[in-house]
Nanobody, 120 residues
C-alpha cells in the first residue's frame, strides 16, 4: 500500500507560477511511475504529467513548455512546477503512483487532491 499526500495548491493570477509536491510513503518509491492528473468541474480527469523511475516524462500537449515534472527519490517526492498559468488550468490536481504504472494510464494509488485556481 502506498500513501500519497499532495501540497502546494492555491490561488494564483494568470501568468503566475505554483509548485505542487507529492510525498509518498514506502521504500520502493524509486521504482514507481509517478504522475499528476487533474479534474476540472464537469470534466473528466486527465493526464497532466508523468515520470518513470528512469526519468522519462510524458506531458499533456496543453501544458508542454509551461509545466515540468521532476522527482527526488531520496525524499520520496515528485514535483510539478507550473509556470505561465492560465484560467483553464484551474482544477483539482491529483498525485498518482504505481510500481507497474504507465506513461499513459494512471496507476492504482491516488492522493486526496489539491485545488489550483487561476483567476484574477
Amino acid at each position: 500500500q502506498v500513501q500519497l499526500v499532495e501540497s502546494g495548491g492555491g490561488l494564483v493570477q494568470p501568468g503566475g507560477s505554483l509548485r505542487l509536491s507529492c510525498a509518498a510513503s514506502g521504500s520502493r518509491f524509486s521504482l514507481y511511475v509517478m504522475g499528476w492528473y487533474r479534474q476540472a468541474p464537469g470534466k473528466q480527469r486527465e493526464l497532466v504529467a508523468v515520470i518513470t523511475s528512469g526519468g522519462t516524462t510524458n506531458l499533456a500537449d496543453s501544458v508542454k513548455g509551461r509545466f515540468t515534472i521532476s522527482r527526488d527519490n531520496a525524499k520520496n517526492t515528485v514535483h510539478l512546477q507550473m509556470n505561465s498559468l492560465k484560467p483553464e488550468d484551474t482544477a483539482v490536481y491529483y498525485c498518482n503512483g504505481d510500481r507497474y504504472g504507465s506513461l499513459y494510464v494512471p496507476g492504482d494509488y491516488w492522493g486526496q487532491g489539491t485545488q489550483v485556481t487561476v483567476s484574477s
